[in-house]
């Protein structure tokens, strides 16, 4: 399998408790982003990197965010104290721009559900 | 006014017809267009791509962009009950090629 994966698949917390998602792209993608999608709304972007640089970050990623992409390869987020509100689906995707290519494929997500 | 403007339906088409999804943006510096299938409780999949005015055809799948009109459409032919899904309409902005979203067309395909 060649896709983006990522885990968990379903993480359950409590408000206040920390939590941290890892995202594996496409092996020769080098870009790598970070979305969040809540019911009935498309997905928001929340940050990107390109090889282990994070180049951009959405005024979304409060200070309780941060991503990680260490080696360039897999990336991780974390959220500190979280917040009902950051009850969402989290999808990751990567492209690479090889060829003029844009397009980004996504991970099957991680759904965050804060008690 | 929302970069990225779709109706949300939902729509619902017999087995058979042809599906029309629209979209417009505001963005006139946008460069590249895509729809995603959204099935309930799934990711987005990439179904469609297109950078140029004019059509493209893939299958039973044709993008429409029109840069002028800030217009863009996917038409689904010969609907089938497994197309029944949220369709995405996404536009690229930024240096960081980032995808920015409408919420979403809920197409529903009736046998």
């Known amino acids: 399998d060649t896709g983006v994966s990522q885990n968990p698949r379903h993480k359950i917390t409590k408000r206040g408790q920390n939590v941290t998602f890892r995202c594996d792209p496409i092996s020769e993608h080098n870009r790598l982003y970070w979305y969040r999608q809540t019911l009935g709304q498309g997905p928001e972007f929340l940050t990107y990197f390109q090889n282990e640089a994070q180049l951009e970050k959405s005024r979304l990623l409060s200070d309780r965010f941060s991503a990680e992409r260490p080696k360039g390869s897999f990336s991780t987020l974390e959220i500190q104290r979280t917040e009902q509100g950051d009850s969402a689906m989290y999808l990751c995707?990567?492209?690479?721009?090889?060829?003029?290519?844009?397009?980004?494929?996504f991970g099957p997500g991680t759904r965050l559900t804060v008690t | 006014q929302k970069e990225v403007e779709q109706n949300s339906g939902p729509l619902s088409v017999p087995e058979g017809a042809i599906a029309s999804l629209n979209c417009t943006y505001s963005?006139?510096?946008?460069?590249?267009f895509f729809w995603y299938r959204q099935y309930s409780g799934k990711s987005p999949e990439l179904i469609m791509f297109i950078y140029s005015n004019g059509d493209k055809e893939d299958g039973r799948f044709t993008a429409q962009l029109n840069k002028a009109s800030q217009y863009v459409s996917l038409l689904i032919r010969d609907s089938q009950p497994s197309d029944s899904a949220t369709y995405l309409c996404?536009?690229?902005?930024?240096?960081?090629?980032?995808?920015?979203f409408g919420s979403g067309t809920q197409l529903t395909v009736l046998p």
């Open positions: 963005d006139r510096g946008s460069q590249s």
């Open positions: 995707a990567s492209s690479t721009e090889a060829g003029g290519a844009y397009e980004q494929y």
């Open positions: 996404a536009v690229i902005r930024g240096s960081a090629r980032q995808l920015t």
